[in-house]
């Protein structure tokens, strides 16, 4: 089945900071892939996604890339601000069952 | 509005004490799905179901059972509940089971002593 890996399991930047997240998987018929954020005490939430025709897609200070050959796919955030602060989720979805990575907890101090 | 609305919120049960967790989608959506969540180990699937009356295990599957009679309601059941289980559960769903995002509910936080 699909191995999903997130790294850094912990990233601490100052505000007005970029952060990076990255994700590698293991399923090259893996095609989709949404990145959620989880805020203390609240449920995931779909932030991103990206599809495997796509290289790069972005969302004012969000953006994914992703490289099919190299199976990895990444989260930048710019600018951060202490709302970033969260839990992230990378997944890769191929057949049926959306594989999750294991979680970056992202603080932001102002 | 659109939401994947779980019951209760917390509970507190004792070990062998039957329980379901109750879990109903507004959106049509085909596909629903079980996760727990434990610190460090992110969300860990449980169940799916890809449409009515068509279930399978997930990863974690041991101690659960789901049932998927109508479209909208995917109940998670643990039919004699042990300490092991205290996690944070979510139930999801989406459009289908390709490429479409999930929609989480609000999360069931489950203590079992």
């Known amino acids: 089945g699909e191995n999903v890996e997130q790294h850094p399991s912990t990233l601490s930047v100052q505000e007005g900071d970029s952060a990076v997240i990255k994700c590698t998987y293991s399923?090259?018929?893996?095609?989709?892939f949404p990145w959620y954020k989880q805020e203390l005490g609240k449920r995931p939430q779909l932030i991103i996604d990206?599809?495997?025709?796509?290289g790069e897609k972005k969302d004012q200070r969000i953006a994914v890339t992703l490289n099919k050959t190299a199976k990895h796919f990444s989260l930048h955030i710019t600018e951060t601000q202490p709302e970033d602060s969260a839990v992230y989720f990378c997944a890769a979805k191929g057949s049926y069952i959306p594989t999750f990575g294991r979680g970056t907890s992202l603080i932001v101090h102002p | 509005e659109a939401q994947v609305t779980q019951n209760p919120r917390y509970l507190i049960t004792v070990t062998g004490k039957k329980l379901t967790v109750t879990c109903s989608q507004n959106?049509?959506?085909?596909?629903m799905s079980w996760y727990r969540q434990d610190p460090g180990l992110g969300l860990r699937q449980i169940y799916y179901s890809m449409n009515v009356e068509v279930t399978d295990k997930g990863d974690v599957p041991e101690g659960y059972k789901v049932s998927r009679k109508e479209k909208r309601n995917f109940p998670l059941i643990l039919e004699s509940p042990s300490p092991n289980q205290t996690s944070l559960y979510f139930c999801?769903?989406?459009?289908?089971?390709?490429?479409?995002?999930?929609?989480f509910g609000n999360g069931t936080r489950l203590t079992v002593t």
């Open positions: 990206i599809r495997s025709n796509v």
């Open positions: 959106m049509n959506h085909e596909y």
């Open positions: 999801a769903s989406s459009l289908t089971a390709g490429d479409s995002p999930l929609h």
């Open positions: 399923d090259s018929a893996s095609n989709y």
